[in-house]
């Protein structure tokens, strides 16, 4: 079993807290993704897992065992790091070798497990080369390959698609998740790219200032944010959001057995770009009418820029259908698609039971 544990884990240099009071629970074999923007303390949580960096405090276990005061070697754990960190004198064969040879396991289980990495990564007709012949995309794989020859309980990424291009890291993002699906080994990933956290992931954990903002699958996190800063880092394009006046100046209908609305005059009220369609002219409900003032076309969709209200909208239509820039396009969106929140907390208002009939906002 290579479950993890993190309890209560705090990370500061000096006087500056960079990880706080971090707890969770990583099941055997579930592959867990850091993710959030730079800072957010996630490749600080994989290195003190990894060994790397001390603890300031609390407790991190792998399989049940208490690893603090463990060092690398000792936590049955290998590592792919954004830099691949391969050794330029050395054959591929010989890098993917190295960390077997130091661990003094049989030259005929070495060349065994040297094999069969480099048939699963797609790496035996360049074993002879040296790494310094090799792309960019095979290098990673080389360092992928270096890490599973150690067979370990847990494998932990960080970043390892970063220097790659936009067409490799697909490439390779798959090849992990195939690599997964192999080997089924418990895998903690860290990433600021939403896509490779929403593709890869059992669970994402998503940070904001070294504190967790949700854990959930990626359906969940996508579907159900609990906060704003969630609902805006998750998907692309992004989250619009609009100041709503419960007074009943704002105009849109918002629906009051879903939402938590009592007592609030303001709420924040957010629609996905994919969630608009054409208004049609005797629909009057939740209507935004703007002018376009930018098109960005991506192929069978495009996002068009709208002013609406002093505010600038993302709205994805079908390309057939795109307005000109400088024409009025008339919107609206399923109130079902709705994600509102506390103008100040940035809180989801979502009741745990969501009803069905409306209440004008």
Do not use: W
């Not at 707890?23 to 993704?33: A, G, K, P, Q, Y």
């Not at 590592?79 to 004198?89: K, S, T």
């Not at 792309?135 to 794989?141: A, E, T, V």
């Not at 609990?226 to 006046?245: K, Y």
């Amino acid at each position: 079993m290579a479950d993890i544990s993190f309890r209560k884990v705090v990370k500061k240099f000096g006087e500056v807290g960079v990880v706080h009071d971090f707890s969770l629970e990583v099941t055997d074999r579930e592959f867990i993704v850091f993710l959030g923007p730079s800072g957010c303390g996630k490749s600080t949580l994989l290195r003190m897992l990894a060994g790397l960096e001390n603890i300031t405090g609390g407790e991190i276990a792998i399989g049940g065992r208490v690893v603090n005061d463990l060092t690398p070697r000792e936590r049955d754990i290998a590592m792919v790091f954004q830099n691949y960190a391969l050794y330029p004198h050395m054959s591929v064969y010989g890098n993917i070798a190295f960390g077997l040879k130091r661990m003094k396991i049989a030259k005929a289980e070495i060349d065994k497990r040297v094999h069969a990495a480099a048939a699963t990564l797609g790496l035996e007709p360049f074993l002879q080369r040296k790494s310094t012949a090799l792309s960019g995309g095979q290098q990673q794989r080389v360092a992928i390959a270096r890490a599973i020859v150690k067979t370990p309980g847990v494998f932990l990424f960080d970043e390892p698609l970063s220097n790659l291009d936009a067409k490799l890291r697909n490439h390779m993002r798959v090849e992990i998740a195939r690599l997964h699906q192999r080997l089924n080994t418990t895998t903690v990933y860290v990433t600021h790219d939403q896509l490779e956290a929403m593709t890869l992931a059992d669970r994402i954990v998503l940070l904001r200032d070294g504190v967790i903002q949700q854990v959930g699958t990626p359906r969940e996190i996508f579907e159900r944010p609990l906060t704003q800063f969630v609902a805006a880092f998750i998907g692309t394009p992004a989250m619009n959001f609009i100041d709503v006046d419960l007074r009943g100046n704002g105009g849109l209908v918002l629906d009051r057995t879903r939402f938590d609305l009592d007592g609030r005059s303001k709420v924040v009220a957010g629609i996905r770009p994919a969630h608009f369609r054409q208004a049609p002219p005797q629909e009057n409900t939740n209507i935004i009418e703007g002018i376009v003032d930018l098109i960005e076309f991506l192929g069978n969709e495009a996002l068009i820029s709208l002013q609406y209200a002093g505010i600038e909208l993302g709205i994805l239509v079908p390309a057939g259908q795109c307005p000109a820039v400088g024409d009025k396009a008339r919107m609206t969106f399923d109130a079902d698609n709705v994600h509102v929140f506390d103008a100040e907390s940035g809180m989801s208002l979502r009741r745990p039971e969501a009803g069905r009939s409306r209440a004008v906002a």
